[in-house]
């Protein structure tokens, strides 16, 4: 008899486990989740429009599609005007009970600098974005270091980011196997920071065209944090830079 009561108490604290591991979790994004850029900046009245396609991916967790377009202006030949806007949708997932809207819309608008041509750029910018679970606002920062060439550019960026709550609402996330409301949630403060290598192909010097055209892919890892958890991300990007003359 205490031997099956002994089983059944494992049994349950292993689901119990489980279920918490996999449970989604409302970490709140930056204002950029995919975006990752080598060090240069625009020259002066340059446009740039960028169009990218990735994902982010939390292990037992949530996966995360992001659909974003940019346009980046050279105020100067070191001084970038950025402002971006994404479309997020996260898979659906059959095994909770979500009652919310898997899309939201994510905004940037922000300033990059170049500090050392080539080599090294600083940027920092704000974040608004909303969904069925409420608004956040987001404070962004980092940098980009890389070797800008004719050939293939590689470079690493560093992304900080602080993000907050507006209005948010509760919602259950409880497991299916689970009685309902067992896990309720409210989006946190979320803050985190991302790793990013990449590399950038300057197609329009491979090709001698006059207007700066270029692709680039990134790896990233992000690691987030808010008062209830922690968890890591992993993030892939396509990003397709072209000039507007």
Request: glycine share 8%; net charge positive.
């Amino acid at each position: 008899m205490k031997s099956n009561i002994f089983i059944k108490t494992i049994m349950l604290l292993s689901l119990a486990f489980s279920l918490q591991k996999c449970t989604y979790h409302p970490f709140l994004p930056p204002g950029e989740i995919i975006e990752a850029s080598s060090p240069n900046t625009n020259s002066k009245g340059q446009y740039i429009v960028s169009g990218g396609v990735g994902m982010a991916t939390v292990p037992l967790g949530f996966t995360l599609a992001d659909m974003m377009l940019k346009l980046k202006y050279g105020l100067t030949d070191k001084h970038q005007l950025e402002t971006s806007i994404s479309l997020l949708s996260v898979a659906q997932d059959e095994e909770h009970r979500v009652n919310y809207s898997n899309k939201a819309i994510n905004s940037y608008l922000g300033m990059r600098y170049l500090v050392v041509p080539k080599i090294l750029s600083i940027f920092s910018g704000i974040g608004i974005g909303g969904s069925s679970l409420g608004k956040y606002s987001s404070i962004n920062y980092g940098g980009s270091i890389g070797y800008e060439n004719k050939f293939v550019v590689p470079f690493w960026q560093f992304y900080l980011y602080n993000a907050f709550p507006i209005n948010p609402k509760k919602y259950d996330l409880s497991p299916k196997l689970a009685i309902a409301n067992t896990f309720v949630y409210t989006p946190l403060q979320t803050n985190g920071y991302k790793f990013d290598f990449g590399i950038k192909l300057p197609l329009s010097d491979w090709f001698h065209a006059e207007e700066k055209h270029s692709l680039g892919f990134s790896f990233g890892i992000a690691s987030l944090h808010d008062s209830q958890r922690d968890a890591v991300a992993i993030t892939l990007a396509a990003i397709f830079n072209y000039e507007i003359k």
